[in-house]
């Protein structure tokens, strides 16, 4: 790309793979000062320059552009420079050639300060066959006396030179500084009047004055130069392009009458350098910078949009976020600044953070929405996932332990009461809990025994292989059913050690849409209520045995297991078990002996029925059920038809007759009888049958009971009386 270019001031573009740039910046500092030409500075220097390439690396990532446009003054020197000390005039030559695109070569001037010195001589009519002669034979002489061509240019730039005992080379010298001060006089006009006095106390005055006048005429010619071609970055004598149609004997024709030739040349990369593709954020970004680009990408880090809720979300831990309205944000970060210069001032002010980020910013992250995806294949993209992994994935390295898992197992087993189709389906239950996330259970397990017998151990070891997100709770109505529940927000599997309130009937139907319901209502203090979607599981221990909980007879979600007391007061077996559950490598290992249960059928899997668990269902079982099935029993009717007064006589006569202790009204019967039909009986597969029905006739209430259909459901068989056996 062409600039409209003067000779004081020139614009070009710098140009450069992205992924290259981008290799170089992950390199240490010591790996990339390899391929600079480190030796001729010292450590300081050194240290310096690689601070500025890698900002100037930085940049470039930052900027996302393949090129950028680069501005250029002629400096008092007459030499043109670069006003932005990042750009790519800068680079070692190693590192420019690499991170240069493909198709760039460099085009310059062969021997052009001589040849332009020479210029000047005979335009001066100066002595000038040694200068002459030097420039036609300049490889032949050099190669001869294993020179440098930038070693005999730095004598050109001396006052005073000493004798090399090389002929030519002495000769040489000597004409060019006998010349020098005729030169200097002549072609004065040359030079800026401000670079003779910054000189003038220079023990190489004449040599600077002449460098300046060369330096003039070199100017002019780039000048030409890359208005007929795309110059990338000038080089003095020369310049990179990537001109596909670059001809040298039009540049020729520019330089003529300097009798100075140009070479074209393909940039040798020497750096090779696997790839990167790893996240470049961190490097790009000064954590302790206070610009605002800086404190907005570390903020980014951390905080969110929500769209639809128009809440942000505040990322405390890598598993612990929190919900902020935007009254709560704006004043959480009030103090939160960055510095702004202001160029009219001269000055640094500070800016309110908070203010610029909330309001019209492209760069803030959003979702439209959040909730829990623990495959994150399945998360849309406008979603922000509130699933983290657990602790125990981040145990990359670890000893497979054969015995400690034996150990485990047992403790387990005995934890199940030795019984091993409760066992079974424990070991199913967590191992579903670990690797099928995204399927809620729907069930609960929730073990009694006396105290100590390593019920809490073993979610201790459960606690550590989740992380934070395993949540105990002892006071269940505060922290979990009361008017604030932000514990939901931030766990998958709560423990309840408090289980008495779910005794009542209300508490009772919470837990069980706890349990159960795949969407939650999640209540912040000072926010508005969320709908999250539900993976929780729960679990629970008790010391009670007698009546740990209140469960129905037609209950499915509660595995309720007494476990063994076998271990109590077994001190040594409890300190062997808390050594094996705390170890790194036995959590791992559990983890992944979990991973070869097949889980395939469990969310259709019943829960083990045991005569613990039958016990308790029985002893809180409705009178109202034993009264149904007496009725079954006794009649052999399809239909059993009574008004609700009818049927409450027949009710109260049960209870007598069995000696059953309850006191109960018209009334209560009645509300009773009510719940009863509604909860109907659930079978094996969760399907609900009704088999009696309520009418309502004339003012008054009537119950019909389906006989036939309740004695199936309760495989009850008629009696049949006066039968003969026929043999």
Not at 35 to 49: A, L, P, V
Not at 52 to 75: A, G
Not at 468 to 476: A, H, K
């Amino acid at each position: 790309m062409k600039k409209k270019n003067n000779l004081n001031n020139m614009e070009f573009f710098d140009k450069y793979d992205l992924q290259r740039v981008k290799n170089l910046l992950f390199l240490s500092d010591e790996e990339l000062l390899k391929y600079t030409n480190h030796t001729q500075y010292n450590q300081k220097e050194n240290e310096k320059y690689i601070k500025l390439i890698k900002e100037s690396l930085k940049e470039i990532l930052l900027s996302n552009k393949s090129q950028t446009e680069i501005k250029y003054k002629v400096f008092d020197c007459n030499r043109l420079y670069s006003t932005n000390c990042k750009s790519l005039q800068y680079f070692s030559n190693n590192i420019l050639h690499y991170i240069l695109p493909d198709n760039t070569y460099e085009v310059d001037m062969k021997n052009c300060n001589p040849k332009i010195l020479l210029y000047l001589f005979k335009k001066h009519n100066l002595n000038h066959s040694k200068l002459e002669y030097y420039c036609n034979n300049r490889d032949y002489l050099l190669k001869q006396n294993n020179l440098d061509k930038s070693f005999v240019l730095k004598e050109f730039n001396k006052d005073n030179n000493k004798n090399h005992n090389i002929k030519w080379l002495d000769d040489l010298l000597k004409e060019i500084n006998d010349n020098k001060p005729i030169l200097y006089t002549e072609e004065q006009d040359k030079i800026n009047k401000s670079h003779i006095e910054n000189k003038k106390q220079s023990h190489n005055f004449l040599s600077s004055m002449i460098c300046s006048i060369l330096w003039y005429y070199e100017n002019k010619i780039l000048m030409k130069a890359t208005k007929l071609y795309n110059c990338i970055v000038p080089r003095f004598d020369g310049f990179y392009t990537d001109n596909i149609d670059l001809d040298l004997e039009e540049l020729n024709l520019i330089t003529k009458k300097y009798d100075i030739i140009w070479t074209k040349k393909n940039i040798n990369k020497e750096i090779n350098i696997k790839d990167n593709f790893n996240d470049t954020g961190d490097l790009l970004h000064d954590i302790n910078s206070k610009k605002y680009r800086d404190v907005e990408y570390y903020f980014n880090k951390k905080h969110f949009k929500i769209v639809n809720n128009a809440t942000f979300i505040r990322k405390n831990s890598d598993i612990e976020i929190e919900l902020l309205n935007t009254k709560a944000m704006m004043e959480s970060y009030k103090h939160l600044y960055y510095e702004m210069w202001i160029e009219s001032k001269s000055s640094i002010e500070y800016k309110v953070f908070i203010d610029r980020w909330i309001k019209a910013n492209p760069k803030m992250i959003t979702y439209d929405k959040m909730d829990y995806y623990p495959n994150s294949n399945d998360c849309p993209k406008n979603c922000y996932n509130l699933w983290k992994k657990f602790d125990v994935e981040l145990i990359t390295e670890y000893k497979y332990l054969n015995d400690d898992l034996d150990f485990l197992l047992n403790h387990i087993l005995i934890l199940c009461g030795n019984n091993q189709e409760v066992f079974n389906f424990v070991i199913k239950y967590l191992a579903h809990l670990f690797y099928k996330p995204e399927e809620k259970i729907g069930k609960m397990i929730l073990f009694a025994s006396k105290e100590g017998t390593g019920k809490s151990m073993f979610y201790s070891l459960l606690k550590s292989m989740i992380g934070t997100r395993f949540y105990s709770i002892g006071d269940v109505k505060k922290n979990l059913i009361g008017n604030f529940n932000s514990s939901l927000l931030n766990s998958y599997v709560i423990n309840l050690e408090e289980v008495d309130y779910f005794s009542s009937k209300d508490g009772a139907d919470i837990l069980k849409n706890l349990i159960t319901e795949t969407d939650l209502e999640v209540n912040v203090k000072g926010k508005d209520p969320k709908i999250i979607k539900s993976v929780h599981r729960f679990i629970g221990n008790t010391n009670h045995v007698v009546m740990p909980l209140k469960i129905s007879v037609n209950d499915r979600r509660y595995c309720i297991i007494r476990s063994s007391d076998e271990k109590k007061n077994d001190s040594d077996y409890f300190i062997k078990l808390k050594k094996i559950i705390s170890d790194k490598d036995l959590q791992a290992t559990f983890y992944e002996y979990l991973s070869t249960i097949d889980i395939t059928d469990f969310i259709s899997c019943k829960i083990p029925e045991t005569e613990y668990l039958d016990e308790l269902k029985e002893s809180f079982e409705t009178p109202l059920l034993d009264f149904v099935k007496y009725l079954l029993v006794e009649t052999d009717d399809e239909i059993i038809y009574e008004s609700s007064n009818d049927l409450f006589k027949l009710f109260n006569s049960y209870l007598l007759e069995t000696k059953t202790k309850i006191d109960w009204s018209i009334r209560k019967f009645g509300l009773e009888m009510n719940e009863f039909i509604k909860d109907g009986y659930v079978d094996d597969n969760l399907v609900k049958t009704h088999y009696i029905e309520r009418i309502k006739k004339s003012g008054k209430n009537y119950y019909s009971i389906d006989c036939k259909l309740g004695k199936k459901i309760f495989d009850i068989m008629d009696d049949i009386d006066n039968q003969e056996c026929v043999i």
